[in-house]
């Protein structure tokens, strides 16, 4: 399965953004699709995933209460609702498919390439 994440920008404190992750090649039924980021410096952080029919939403306690991910499969994307950004939200964030439902980046077998998220204080 090939993701393609889109969505990122340039933002400022407080604003909101939403990020989707576009999925072809494969049958996405059968995959877990999950967020991460990584900023400057960083390791690569598990922000959300849901269970294989949209269900089952878990987050890093980095963004919970302010992040939301959502799965359309008859459209075969996932986004993430980010409100409330803060400066510390920057960092390049991917989409990851994993046959598995798990928070561990080493579950995830297949990842999108990354898009940037900004935000200015």
Same mark, same amino acid.
């Given at each position: ?6 969505? /990122? ?31 400057? /410096? ?80």
């Amino acid at each position: 399965v090939q993701l393609q994440a889109s969505g /990122g920008g340039l933002v400022q404190a407080g604003a909101s953004l939403r990020l989707s992750c576009a999925a072809s090649g494969g049958t996405f039924r059968n995959y877990v699709v999950g967020w991460f980021r990584q900023g400057p /410096g960083k390791d690569r952080e598990f922000l959300a995933v849901t269970d294989k029919i949209g269900g089952s939403p878990m987050y890093g306690d980095s963004v919970k209460g302010r992040f939301t991910i959502s799965r359309d499969s008859s459209k075969n994307m996932v986004y993430l609702q980010m409100n409330s950004l803060k400066p510390e939200d920057t960092a390049a964030y991917f989409c990851a498919a994993s046959y598995r439902y798990g928070s561990s980046p080493t579950l995830y077998t297949y990842w999108g390439q990354g898009t940037l998220v900004t935000v200015s204080s």
